[in-house]
């Protein structure tokens, strides 16, 4: 059974950074596409970085220069290290395996003065 784990949420102040992880089991991890997409109260779930199996990344334009997408092969896990937290990137982040559709069960971020 596919797994994914999300954690290091928490509440920041803006300009700080936060490193979220997605751990993976009952997958083969190193051949799958991952993502992070984020909700933001109110709004529908987009997709804010990708990194495909052969490690090429993807942005959307509003994290460009702040977030950085990585994968452990060895470790079965998936990281967004956030940098330069905005007011706007609040929301829940999900790991998912983009090319087989399953989904973590989200963590909350939240960016506050």
């Known amino acids: 059974q596919v797994q994914l784990v999300e954690s290091g949420g928490g509440l920041v102040q803006p300009g700080e950074s936060l490193r979220l992880s997605c751990a993976a089991s009952g997958t083969i991890f190193s051949i799958d596409d991952m993502a992070w997409y984020r909700q933001a109260p109110g709004k529908q779930r987009e997709l804010v970085a990708v990194?495909?199996?052969?490690?090429?990344?993807n942005y959307a334009d509003s994290v460009k220069g702040r977030f950085t997408i990585s994968r452990d092969n060895q470790r079965n896990t998936v990281y967004l290290q956030m940098t330069s937290l905005k007011l706007e990137d609040t929301g829940v982040y999900y790991c998912?395996?983009?090319?087989?559709?399953?989904w973590g069960q989200g963590t909350q971020v939240t960016v506050s003065s």
């Open positions: 990194i495909t199996r052969h490690g090429f990344t």
């Open positions: 998912k395996i983009e090319n087989r559709n399953y």
